[in-house]
């Protein structure tokens, strides 16, 4: 299937992050935001519009769209008027986290449209990249342990069932929208044990082939957001 811009894994995703937006912002768990609910329905109504007009533009070079000029300028606007309540960390509110994750992706997306994937399986709308484990403990009563990672985008968290993760490995790790599991809010997933010894935190990984494992935790949070993919 040829790649075009309605799908495109970069710009399904920005719809996963506007529908994140749409539900998670009114929680204000911890937080709050300095626009009226009026405002923030038009800022978001607005977000979406141009967002669809990137979708159907059918262009090989989307990034040019002022569209997605447009998208930065609305989403660094809601972002501008979040605050977070003191020592509130995203790692502990799933609503928190999704936001910040939507708002990277969101401002990010310009940047990331081109080249186009050579698929349009969501799993290549993600960023890669290597991180260095820094502490990691057991999650009481399962399998599953709860890492702190430096990455590029400062400390996150993620849960794995890896048994063989150890403090000090670089691994590769799928920025993934923040999930709970094990009920510990997760903020990513391993690539398996395969070690990047020469790689600092935060390099970017490519992925060549698929990765059905990331591709099903995003069509199950399609699901959860009732989008259309």
Known sequence: MSITTENHPR?????????????????KTNFKIRMDKNELN????????HIQTLKY?????????????QIT????????????????????????????????????LKENLEPFPPSSELEFGIDYEVVVIRNIAAIP??????????SSKGELQVCTN?????????????LLPPAVVGGK???????????YPNMDAGTALEIKEPIPEVRAVLKNLFKEFKTTK
């Not at 399904?12 to 009114?26: C, G, K, R, T, V």
């Not at 009563?141 to 430096?150: A, M, R």
Request: net charge positive; glycine share 4%.
């Open 11 to 27: 710009i399904q995703l920005a719809e996963l992050s506007y529908a994140m937006l749409q539900q998670s912002l009114p929680k």
């Open 42 to 49: 038009k800022t978001l109504k607005k977000l979406y519009g």
């Open 57 to 69: 533009c059918y262009l090989q070079t989307p990034s040019e769209l002022e569209d997605v000029s």
């Open 73 to 108: 300028s609305l989403v660094q606007s809601i972002k501008n008027a979040l605050e977070i309540s003191p020592n509130t960390e995203p790692q502990n509110n799933l609503h928190l986290a999704r936001i910040f994750w939507a708002f990277d992706y969101l401002i990010s």
């Open 141 to 150: 009563k399962s399998e599953l342990f709860v890492t702190k990672v430096f």
């Open 162 to 174: 890896l048994k063989t993760v150890k403090k000090g490995m670089h691994l590769g790790v799928a």
């Open 185 to 195: 809010v997760s903020q990513g997933m391993f690539l398996g044990t395969k070690e």
